[in-house]
Each structure stands twice: as structure tokens, then as C-alpha cells.
């Protein structure tokens, strides 16, 4: 058997569950999973790696209608990961009839193999789940029509076989013992913002960015400092609380799951900054780590 190797590129809306079933594949815990649209900001890699192939996984940001240059630049990683697309993967949740109509033109322009991964479907009963896969297959003939429940992982495997009967002939694009194209910073800073959308309402959690100003590791302990930019002073007193109690509960929250994913001894120290519509600064968004 030759080895295959190739981008599983995962597309789809806000909140259908794209990040749970990359982070089911790989097998780690790498996007944040939250109940909120808009988790995901930047393209994550998740690699899966065996003796006979190598995928890799990436989740990117969910298709909206941009509001903010955050917003465009989040858009312009969906566009640069179509390009490179091997697979493309596109996630819908039990009851969505379509997807997007511009990845499926480029896909079917560019001879891109579609896989529609109908995610969620416990919540339908059989005879539903069973009519909407027909629609699929009906509407996009030349696709892949999988039924799926990242939560539950129920038809997985199936799924997984699918994705490496479809992989190119090539060599692995990274060593066997990579999981992911990110440092433990970006993720560590993904588990505090994941956190600060559970704990907080409204557009405050949309508002902020999250980013570790100092990972310094000792022998028994892990010292990480990381700074809360929000976007206007009010959010900045949500953030906080009355006398600096909704900030403790956060960092709580947050160092317990960091020291989980580095099993390791944290100690966590988090700051809050004003950074003036950070979500509209073109320099701010760059400072931040996107493309613009």
C-alpha cells in the first residue's frame, strides 16, 4: 500500500459542531467547544498520523457575514484553506438542506472531493435523518453523504476510512509525532477565551482577545501571564466584576483546564486591557495574529 497523505480542509456555519469532530478525529482536544457561534477565529491544524497515512485536519473560522475587518480576516483563512484542499469536509447540522454555494462551485471547479457530514443527527428521528440524506444525495450528486454525531461518536470510523480512501498518493507533510501547527500559547489563550464565552453574556465574550504574554516553565510549576483585551472600558468592568470576583472565577476555571492540558502545576495570571474597537484596527488585528 502506498502511503497517502493530504488536507482534509472542515467547512461549515458557526456552531455545527466542526470543532467537536476534528478534535474527535485527531483524538486531542485542539479548537475550543463552546455552545456559542463564532469560536473558532483562526484556521487550526489538527494532524492524525499512521504508518500507512498521514490527514491533516483544519478547522476553520464558520462562514458569516463579516461586520469587522476581524470578521474579513476570519473569512480570508476559509479562502486560503479552500485553495489548499485536498478534501474538503463540509459539516451540516441535522435540519440545514444546503451548503455553501461557494465552496461547492469551487469544489466542483476544481474537481475537490466533497464529504457532507450530516453532524447531530440524534437529535432527528430515523425516517427524518434517513429523508434528509436523500435530499443530499439528490442536490449533490457528486458528494459523499455520511450521517454523524461528533458528541456521540457515532459513525466515526466510517467517516475516517471515507476521508483515507479518498487521500492523494503523497509523503507525509509533517513528522509522525506532530498533533498540531500551533505552540501551547495559542492554545493555552484559546482556553481562557473558550472559558470567557461560558462564563459571560451578551457581546462581551465577541469582544475580546485573548493573548499569553509570558509561558515560563519550572520544575515543579508552569507561570503563564496572559492579557484580556477588550474592545471598550465597560466590557472591561464585566470582565473584572464586583470586586475582582468574575476575573478570579474565570482564572479558576481557566488555570484548572490548562493544567489539564499541559498535566502540569499552573500557576495563572490574567490582566485587562482596553484596546479602543480592536475588532475594526487593522494594526491591532495584525498584533493579534490574523491575516488582513
Not at 119 to 141: R, T
Request: aromatic share 10%; hydrophobic share 40%.
Amino acid at each position: 500500500m502506498k502511503f497517502k497523505s493530504g488536507f482534509v480542509n472542515i467547512f461549515g456555519k458557526p456552531n455545527v459542531g466542526k470543532s467537536t469532530l476534528m478534535n474527535a478525529l485527531v483524538g486531542e482536544r485542539l479548537s475550543a467547544i463552546t455552545n456559542k457561534a463564532q469560536t473558532t477565529r483562526h484556521r487550526i491544524k489538527g494532524i492524525y498520523s499512521t504508518k500507512d497515512y498521514q490527514i491533516v485536519f483544519s478547522d476553520t473560522p464558520g462562514i458569516l457575514n463579516p461586520h469587522y475587518k476581524l470578521h474579513e480576516s476570519m473569512m480570508s483563512e476559509l479562502t486560503q484553506a479552500l485553495e489548499d484542499a485536498d478534501i474538503i469536509l463540509y459539516i451540516l447540522e441535522f435540519g440545514e438542506k444546503s451548503i455553501d454555494e461557494k465552496i461547492h462551485s469551487l469544489a466542483v471547479e476544481n474537481s475537490i472531493p466533497v464529504i457532507i457530514a450530516l453532524n447531530k443527527i440524534d437529535n432527528g428521528k430515523q425516517e427524518e435523518v434517513l429523508a434528509s440524506i436523500e435530499n443530499l444525495k439528490n442536490k449533490y450528486p457528486e458528494a459523499e453523504i455520511i450521517p454523524v454525531s461528533a458528541l456521540h461518536r457515532f459513525n466515526l470510523e466510517s467517516l475516517l476510512n471515507l476521508i483515507v480512501e479518498l487521500l492523494p498518493v503523497h509523503p507525509a507533510y509533517y513528522p509522525e509525532d506532530e498533533l498540531t501547527d500551533r505552540n501551547y500559547r495559542f492554545f493555552i489563550s484559546e482556553i481562557i477565551r473558550e472559558k470567557i464565552l461560558e462564563l459571560y453574556q451578551k457581546e462581551v465574550p465577541y469582544s475580546v482577545e485573548v493573548v499569553v504574554d509570558s509561558f515560563k516553565e519550572e520544575e515543579t510549576i508552569t507561570k503563564i501571564a496572559a492579557w484580556i483585551f477588550v474592545a471598550r472600558e465597560t466590557q472591561k468592568m464585566i470582565i473584572i466584576g464586583k470586586g475582582g470576583a468574575a476575573i478570579k472565577q474565570l482564572g479558576t476555571r481557566a488555570r484548572i483546564e490548562i493544567e489539564e492540558f499541559l498535566n502540569k502545576k499552573v500557576f495563572l495570571e490574567l490582566s485587562v486591557k482596553v484596546e479602543k474597537d480592536w475588532r475594526d484596527n487593522e494594526q491591532s488585528l495584525r498584533r493579534f495574529g490574523y491575516q488582513y
